[in-house]
């Protein structure tokens, strides 16, 4: 009797085998087919990220995948959502644009769990373990090539004020550094005050017309980005110090590019949001064939725009026939 | 019998409880942490005397590069050109032989030997800044990082040796018509290379013979 209970376990026991390993070919013989990759994206609300999600999706479908695109709507709870959906709806890879660098490492390390790469885009998430590779401007060389334009503009003397983007987020902080690991060599440049707009232009409008009534006597103000580089020379319009006041910003949009052909800005800082985007699409192709060791972070070189040189861009890019 | 129970369990919960606490100094705990860190001093005076300046000898001549440049300058930064990470901003080790032309407060204007361009070459004395020197060997590994401001602060942290032990060597005492040999990193953007203007970081400036 032993003997057959025996002999029933092991035809049991082969059966579960059997039956494990034919649903995992067939799950295998079902991803076969097309491999999907999710865009989950900080906010569709705001252009900058909606030319990063639109690329990262149009890249990964040229390289033969099934995109979504998901919408955290600045929102942590949604993007956890959303990368409950991605994960149980079968995704592969993750291309992602994280709502905040503390709060999304729980949504990255579960799809990490899960077995599913991620690959951050613009924005970084404040662990080392989580993505795969997390594809960022290089913001602080960006403003250190910056900062060296200014000490120069400046011809190294003057005062100036910085307008900072908000303070949670670790790009405002990376500019900043940048920016002053050179202008801090010079004594002869003065900070009279160091204020955050948000990364908002209406906000810098603000900040600087209420700035200026203390300090009536600036020679340059340096922004976080180029919303509110926008917003800092509206006030110096409307204050009548538009031709006095040296005006510095950062990302490249099309407004400040203008600006700068137009000489009511002095430069900024040129990201490559598709590049970005390209770049993380690749990597996500490149980890399907089989490739692991990717760097944590790799920056993408921010460039110097300026008077001298604007004519060679456009907004968030160079122009056509440039790469 | 009692008794010994309660001095058998007074003798393991006193040997647990001994087991189970450490005490270590404070100090000697907020230095091993510390030590944990990257010192990116230590790793820029290292990559400095081990990597970079044994490896000067494979710098490209300046006049060479411009011309390949010139000519064909897809190849040249293919061929000569490194950065660690993506993006049109590629560097280049270069050297070369000249006379200074101009002596200027924030740099010097170099005549190049066997240059055949009227292109600008200045050695920067003032702003050394930025990732040429970092980037332009190739023989640093992204990889080698973890953290952005890591690679960031090698950067730093060569352009203050430069800043503090180069420009002293030459600068004080540069003038207008000496010769000189020199070894430095250039940044240029592959995109749109700007020939016309090209300015060295210097890692090594020597006033020679003429």
């Known amino acids: 009797m032993k003997r057959l209970a025996a002999i029933k376990n092991v035809f049991a026991a082969t059966a579960l085998i059997c039956l494990v390993f034919s649903s995992s070919c067939q799950s295998d013989a079902a991803n076969d087919g097309k491999k999907k990759v999710a865009v989950i994206v900080s906010t569709l609300n705001n252009p900058w990220f909606v030319v990063l999600a639109q690329t990262a999706a149009a890249k990964a479908q040229l390289l033969g995948y099934e995109t979504k695109i998901f919408d955290s709507q600045n929102n942590t709870a949604l993007e956890a959502d959303n990368f409950e959906n991605a994960i149980a709806s079968g995704y592969n890879a993750i291309l992602f644009n994280p709502t905040d660098a503390d709060g999304s490492v729980t949504n990255v390390l579960k799809a990490k769990a899960a077995g599913v790469p991620v690959f951050c885009m613009d924005r970084e998430v404040n662990s080392t373990e989580a993505a795969t590779s997390q594809i960022l401007s290089d913001n602080y060389s960006g403003c250190v090539a910056l900062g060296k334009y200014f000490v120069e503009a400046m011809n190294k003397k003057g005062n100036y004020v910085e307008i900072l983007g908000l303070v949670g987020d670790n790009n405002t902080w990376n500019r900043s550094k940048g920016f002053h690991s050179v202008v801090d060599v010079y004594p002869g440049l003065k900070m009279v005050a160091q204020q955050s707009a948000d990364f908002d232009r209406n906000k810098a409008m603000d900040v600087l017309e209420s700035i200026l009534q203390a300090h009536p006597d600036i020679n340059a103000v340096f922004c976080g980005n180029d919303a509110m580089a926008s917003g800092a020379y509206q006030a110096l319009v409307a204050a009548g110090k538009a031709n006095d006041v040296k005006v510095f910003g950062f990302d490249g949009s099309e407004d400040v590019v203008n600006a700068i052909k137009e000489k009511k800005i002095v430069a900024t800082g040129m990201q490559f949001p598709k590049v970005m985007a390209e770049t993380a699409a690749e990597y996500a192709d490149e980890y399907f064939k089989g490739k692991k060791d990717f760097p944590q972070k790799m920056p993408v070189a921010v460039e110097l725009v300026t008077q001298q040189n604007v004519d060679d861009y456009t907004g968030y890019g160079k122009k056509e026939g440039n790469k | ?210």
């Not at chain 2, 897809?74 to 490194?82: E, G, L, P, V």
């Not at chain 2, 960031?152 to 000189?180: C, M, T, W, Y």
């Open chain 2, 1 to 210: 019998m009692k008794a010994v129970k309660y001095i058998i369990a007074l003798v393991v919960i006193v040997v647990v409880a001994y087991n189970s606490i450490y005490f270590k100094k404070l100090d000697e705990v907020k230095a091993a942490a510390t030590a944990k860190e990257f010192n990116a001093a230590q790793y820029a005076q290292d990559f400095w005397n081990n990597e970079l300046i044994p490896n000067l000898n494979k710098a490209v001549d300046l006049s060479q590069l411009s011309s390949m440049l010139s000519a064909d300058a897809n190849r040249a930064f293919d061929n000569y050109s490194h950065a660690l990470g993506i993006g049109n901003l590629r560097y280049f080790l270069v050297s070369g032989k000249g006379i200074v032309a101009v002596v200027n407060d924030d740099d010097m204007v170099v005549t190049l030997r066997d240059d055949t361009t009227t292109f600008v070459r200045t050695i920067a004395t003032e702003f050394i800044f930025g990732n040429a020197v970092r980037d332009a060997t190739g023989l640093i590994n992204i990889n080698e990082f973890k953290n952005t401001m890591d690679f960031n602060n090698v950067s730093a942290e060569l352009n203050r040796i430069i800043r503090e032990k180069v420009l002293p060597q030459f600068k004080p005492v540069i003038k207008k018509g000496d010769a000189i040999t020199f070894t430095g990193a250039i940044e240029m953007n592959k995109a749109h290379p700007d020939l016309s203007h090209i300015e060295i970081v210097p890692i090594d400036v020597k006033i020679v013979p003429r």
